[in-house]
């Protein structure tokens, strides 16, 4: 009896073996890669330093609203340089899970209905794992606390740190580091403040919507308003715009994203509010126009009586000028960065979407009588070329030795899906072992027939060849019209003086009409040689 539970035992692992899901491709000769979100692309957690309890406070859906006002609202400190929550008993720290991955991957992983709108880096981190990256060898995540300066030293040294610990878990390859939104400027003032250590682990970087000289338009309506971080019905059960507006009044990361002043705009970002004013007793409507530096004092007038209530204080938070003064210093740093000569620089940016540029308030019907009330009006832009949040100007503005440039059409959260981008990265990270792609004109050349041959014939050597490819591009400009375009073309040699020793070839090339983003390509040729 025993020996048949055993046969029967056996027969089950055998079968257990057999349906068991097939492991992962693994490419051993990939280099590692570090994914670094931007702002609000961290999960959080608030830790009790009384008993080291934890919960997740960003992002989440149940209670959202009550947890970001009791747990993520903070003051500045000027003397450190670092957001303090308010709650004094409370740390909040990024967890570590999945090498770092966890953290930037989903933002709440308890949703169900609706969980793409909190998707950060999942796609890309899927897509990626099919190419052949392993999470803990060749892939990894970099989250951090958001609400804090990029050049804050603590986040600098865990990024320090971080950097040398995938280091050595490669074997001592260098990292590709892929950054998106404002994890470019953070990593941006590492390079510049650590450069010996950023060429000394660092292959690559790949930054991703950056916003190297600010979004003015998204930024100047954040600090009057707030901003909403999912859109669609899930906004209702998350962070309302008022509780956000409390929170990032006091986030230096967030004035380290206003419009570059040094900045050469083509055309000038502007605060516009048109306003009821007397004259000579008189009531007049007029609109005014305020440039980034201006714009500042409407903030403060504007903030100036801004205050919430937390634990039963009236807490005031006003537009910070300390804050100010330490992003100015963080812009300083951001325009020194120089790309170390072994580090090689890459920049894809969004366009054709519409991207707030200027912001105005009121109307000649609904004036703005007094600025503390801007808070509670809804702001008209006027729109320029980029991703939706930042503009294409300021994202291709990097100031630095690039390899690359590319414009990707595509949203500013979004485009971290989007596979016109995997394409790219997937080049770039020598990951696609494609000769034929070129990721700055966006094409494709796929051969997908080859037939050649050769005889003799009265003494004449023939060669017929026959080629076929198709060219994929998402490029819609069909240049062979209608029909297919037929060209053909001759080529002779004679051997000088030796008439014996002659050759000639013709070819025909049919390009057919584009279909879904493929053209196909013919080529019929044949050469003829005599050689004594």
């Not at 979004?215 to 971080?229: E, Q």
Request: one cysteine or more; hydrophobic letters at 40%.
């Amino acid at each position: 009896m025993a020996s048949l539970l055993e046969e029967i035992v056996e027969s089950v692992e055998m079968w257990l073996k057999l349906i068991k899901k097939p492991q992962p491709y693994v490419d051993p000769t990939l280099d590692p890669v570090l994914l670094v979100p931007g702002i609000a692309g961290s999960i959080l957690k608030a830790v009790d330093d009384e008993n080291g309890k934890e919960e997740r406070v960003w992002v989440r859906i149940l209670a959202a609203d009550y947890k970001c006002r009791t747990k993520l609202w903070s003051r500045f400190d000027p003397s450190t340089g670092r957001t303090v929550s308010l709650d004094p008993k409370t740390s909040i720290v990024v967890p570590e899970d999945r090498h770092g991955l966890y953290a930037i991957d989903v933002l709440d992983p308890d949703m169900v209905i609706g969980r793409e709108c909190v998707y950060y880096f999942h796609d890309m981190i899927v897509e990626m794992i099919k190419w052949g990256f392993q999470e803990g060898k060749t892939l990894f995540g970099f989250g951090y606390d958001f609400r804090q300066s990029n050049r804050l030293q603590e986040t600098l040294d865990r990024f320090s740190a971080k950097l040398e610990s995938i280091y050595n878990a490669s074997g001592g390859k260098k990292i590709n580091i892929i950054s998106h939104s404002m994890g470019g400027l953070l990593v941006k003032c590492f390079m510049s403040l650590h450069a010996d250590v950023f060429e000394k682990y660092v292959k690559n970087w790949i930054a991703i919507a950056a916003p190297f000289q600010g979004a003015p338009g998204y930024i100047a309506s954040t600090f009057l308003n707030g901003m909403s971080f999912v859109e669609g019905w899930e906004q209702n059960f998350f962070i309302s715009k008022w509780s956000m507006h409390q929170l990032l009044i006091e986030c230096p990361s967030v004035y380290e994203l206003m419009a570059c002043l040094d900045f050469d705009w083509e055309h000038i970002p502007l605060l516009e509010v048109w306003r009821e004013k007397l004259v000579d007793g008189n009531s007049h409507v007029i609109l005014e126009s305020y440039s980034p530096a201006e714009s500042v004092e409407i903030f403060n007038e504007a903030l100036s009586s801004n205050m919430v209530i937390h634990n039963g204080v009236n807490i005031p938070l006003p537009y910070n000028w300390e804050i100010l003064k330490w992003a100015n210093e963080t812009r300083k740093i951001l325009s020194r960065a120089k790309v170390p000569s072994q580090v090689k620089f890459f920049n894809i940016y969004g366009i054709n979407m519409e991207t707030p540029h200027s912001v105005c308030y009121g109307n000649e019907e609904t004036p703005v009588k007094d600025l503390q009330e801007l808070r509670y009006f809804q702001p008209t832009y006027v729109c320029v070329d980029g991703d939706g949040t930042v503009p294409a100007e300021s994202a291709k503005a990097d100031g630095l030795n690039a390899e690359a440039r590319v414009g990707v059409p595509g949203e500013h959260r979004g485009i971290l899906c989007d596979h016109h981008v995997f394409r790219i990265l997937k080049h770039w990270l020598r990951a696609d072992h494609d000769p034929f792609y070129n990721p700055l004109n966006d094409y494709v050349i796929l051969p997908t027939a080859f037939e050649m041959e050769r005889h003799k014939e009265k003494g004449l050597q023939v060669t017929s060849l026959k080629e076929e490819w198709e060219i994929i591009s998402e490029d819609q400009d069909n240049l062979a019209g209608e029909k297919p375009l037929v060209s053909s073309i001759t080529v002779s040699h004679n051997g000088g003086n030796n008439q014996s020793s002659r050759s000639e070839a013709c070819a025909t090339i049919v390009v057919h009409p584009q279909n879904e983003g493929k053209q196909h390509v013919e080529l019929n040729a044949v050469s003829v040689s005599v050689d004594a």
